[in-house]
């Protein structure tokens, strides 16, 4: 084992980096904390939500401590494209990062692991798996014993834990990291941990003396929506229609048979739709993601294979077409929209079935009670936000631990919904659920049960005899609609569960409660959310109660927007010629400055957000001869 080393840069040190590498004059929130406190060897669990900066805050000390002779900083990874992405974008800023994954051929590996040993590597990115493999393991050993090992950095660190949403086997192995490389810094990072999760890294990672830098999990610029599952392909035709006409977007289904069905319907209607799942050949996937990267006006069909550690910075919505399984996930995918800061839309239809299925996985999963039970509390919780009258800003929040105040850019801010009293409509059906089993001796299912209340005479209440009830025809007054919603909220509430193969509807023990009036009932009334234009709701969208800063790009005059314009084709023409996604030459928000402050010089060029020392010498004189010939 090494002696301590003392050889740690200074806050002005990873400054300069932060400016000369990546072209950025400060840090946001927590980074500069993070950065100082890793760089000068410390641990740290860090929580930060997507599109907050994570990288930068294992990059820059990374950089910092191999300029300090302290070595190579070695990235847990679980993504290949993660991976591409990350290296590309460094290699980009002039930093010598690699990967090793199963995209390199034997040559390709040799070559990686000549530049590992040799100290020229700044960072390497690698899955669980190849990071404990004892070949590798030996190669790590052989540095930390030359003390040319600085850092680990753990990537999407949520996946050690067995009870959060995306447990991955692999990851259980990294707790020897701390025993086998004592003296090297570890940081762990994640966009996603509720309390239980994170004690669960902390455990697992034996990261007991790190420093937690836990930032707000509030993404102001995404636009949360739930709407009353009706005919869910027209809602979703409508949204992608009405709002996000030309954008890039996720669409998650639950199953891999309605992944490839939406993409062909989607198709069918006119939009670039990809699937993508776990059943694809390894290859198409590998297609289908380089197009959503690298292409505009994509729309990504998915199950939830696809999206972690997806970089693009212009998803501008997701949507769902079913429940996720608990409130990590569903924070977790649709942070993959609005990376870049700029509006973008968290939509999902969400209806009685959904509840159901979720429900059922649970009970009949073959894990142990009490993950069962823990399970059970994390899908109520997402339910709850969905029933909420209230905010849904502050329900997702109020989950992760952090008190806020009424968004005003939620559905529910926007357009308040309208309340009623369903507790004697609650009482009815329940009456109505408990007579038809006393009757036929088993369950039914929503439907059929809706028909005996509004006394629809159908062949089945005629054949089971359930038109001579007493609860036949006692819920005329409510619509089919309305009926749906006071059942959806009986489920979700666990008034009502499913049981057997038919996910037929039987009391629980709480129901006794509400058929004798002592919990009542209030229910939010169906409807749509009304439409917004997109210019309207760009604009002027209130954030936080506080009026939304339009964008750079929002506020170009002509002039700018044909700069704009320009730039992004040529930035399109590089891109292509390096083999990148466009985002990683310069982001829309780089090159809006541009556009809006028109620089001459490359002294001007560099004081633009996103230009670094690398990026200067290699694109300036282009970006400038772009800008001059329009004047």
């Known amino acids: 084992m090494p002696e301590t080393d003392h050889r740690h840069p200074s806050a002005t040190d990873t400054a300069s980096i932060l400016m000369e590498v990546f072209g950025y004059s400060a840090y946001r929130g927590q980074q500069a904390a993070i950065v100082d406190h890793v760089v000068a060897g410390g641990d740290a669990l860090v929580l930060m939500p997507t599109g907050g900066g994570k990288s930068l805050c294992y990059q820059v000390p990374a950089i910092a401590r191999h300029r300090a002779g302290l070595g190579v900083t070695v990235v847990v990874s679980p993504l290949i494209a993660l991976m591409h992405d990350q290296v590309g974008a460094l290699e980009e800023a002039g930093v010598h990062a690699a990967f090793l994954n199963s995209s390199l051929d034997l040559a390709g590996v040799q070559h990686v692991e000549r530049e590992l040993l040799s100290g020229r590597l700044v960072l390497l990115y690698a899955a669980p798996e190849r990071i404990t493999h004892p070949r590798f393991l030996a190669m790590l050993e052989s540095l930390h014993e030359r003390g040319k090992l600085g850092l680990f950095a753990i990537d999407e660190a949520h996946c050690v834990s067995q009870w959060g949403h995306d447990f991955r086997e692999e990851y259980l192995q990294l707790d020897m990291l701390a025993e086998r490389f004592v003296g090297v810094p570890r940081i762990a990072l994640t966009a996603t941990a509720d309390e239980h999760t994170r004690a669960d890294i902390v455990h697992r990672l034996s990261l007991q003396d790190a420093q937690p830098f836990i930032s707000s999990f509030d993404r102001p610029n995404i636009r949360y929506s739930i709407v009353e599952k009706d005919n869910a392909r027209t809602q979703l035709l409508r949204f992608l229609r009405d709002e996000h006409e030309g954008d890039a977007g996720i669409v998650y289904c639950q199953s891999r048979k309605k992944v490839d069905d939406t993409a062909d319907w989607l198709n069918a209607e006119g939009l670039t739709a990809l699937p993508y799942h776990a059943g694809l050949d390894a290859d198409v996937r590998r297609r289908h993601q380089d197009r959503f990267l690298r292409e505009d006006a994509v729309v990504m069909v998915a199950t939830v294979a696809f999206g972690m550690g997806i970089d693009k910075p212009d998803v501008r919505f997701v949507a769902h077409l079913d429940l996720p ?20 839309d968290a939509w999902m239809a969400y209806g009685l079935a959904d509840v159901v299925n979720q429900r059922r996985m649970i009970d009949e999963s073959t894990a142990e009670e009490d993950f069962k039970r823990l399970q059970r509390g994390k899908l109520d919780a997402l339910l709850a936000m969905c029933e909420s009258l209230d905010c849904r800003r502050v329900r997702l929040l109020n989950y992760f631990g952090e008190t806020s105040q009424p968004c005003g850019n939620c559905d529910n801010c926007l357009h308040p919904p309208a309340r009623w009293d369903a507790t004697e409509a609650a009482r009815k059906a329940l009456s109505c659920i408990y007579r038809c089993h006393q009757h036929s001796g088993f369950g039914f299912g929503a439907v059929h049960l809706i028909d005996v209340l509004r006394g629809t005479s159908t062949d089945k209440t005629r054949q089971r005899g359930h038109e001579s009830l007493s609860t036949f025809g006692i819920g005329r007054d409510l619509s089919e609609q309305q009926w749906r919603g006071v059942i959806r909220q009986l489920v979700a509430l666990g008034h ?56 750079v790009a929002a506020t170009l005059d002509d002039a700018g927007q044909r700069r704009f314009a320009a730039l992004k084709v040529w930035r399109s023409e590089v891109a292509k010629e390096h083999n990148l996604p466009a985002y990683i030459v310069f982001n829309d928000a780089t090159l809006a400055q541009m556009a809006a402050e028109a620089p001459h010089t490359l002294e001007a060029l560099a004081g633009i957000s996103g230009v670094g020392a690398k990026k200067l010498d290699a694109y300036g004189r282009e970006i400038i001869r772009v800008l001059d010939a329009l004047g």
């Open 496 to 551: 009502v569960v499913s049981e057997g193969e038919y996910n037929t509807l039987a009391l629980a023990d709480s129901a006794r409660a509400v058929l004798r009036g002592d919990v009542p009932i209030e229910l939010r009334e169906p409807r749509e959310p009304t439409p917004r234009t997109r210019g309207r709701s760009k604009a002027s969208a209130s954030v936080s109660g506080k009026p939304k800063v339009p964008s």
């Open 325 to 344: 399984k608990n409130i990590e996930g569903y924070y977790q995918e649709t942070g993959r929209g609005g990376r870049d800061g700029e509006p973008a």
